[in-house]
């Protein structure tokens, strides 16, 4: 299982080698349901070591998002290959996410948002 976790400004930075495996994914998503019980509920997910993925990827990536919006956070994307992009825009999961082209618009976009509120 090849992932790691950073913070940057109190939001956490997955990055994430493949998302092939669900019982690796369910393990990283447990991870996650631990963070937010510590109350870090801003997820960076950066795609940049991923060129392709598949069903277990999106229910991946649906699950972190339903996790972090349940608790009050919100999860943003990063970096995603010309594949990926197109795998979420078929699907028409685009529209759920908050994707953005590097790690530092992400780190923008939650920015944004804690102004808001």
């Not at 996410?97 to 939650?110: E, R, T, W, Y």
């Amino acid at each position: 299982m090849n992932y790691s976790f950073s913070e940057k400004q109190g939001i956490q930075i997955l990055v994430v080698d493949n998302l092939l495996n669900p019982l690796e994914n369910q393990a990283i998503i447990k991870v996650v349901e631990d963070k937010i019980k510590e109350n870090n509920l801003e997820y960076i997910i950066d795609l940049c070591k991923m060129d392709y993925m598949n069903s277990n990827g999106l229910t991946f990536l649906i699950s972190i998002l339903t996790r972090a919006r349940n608790a009050g956070g919100d999860v943003a994307i990063a970096n995603l290959s010309e594949s990926i992009k197109k795998i979420l825009l078929i699907t028409r999961l685009q529209s759920a996410f908050s994707i953005h082209g590097n790690v530092d618009q992400a780190m923008m976009f939650f920015e944004k948002e804690n102004k808001k509120g």
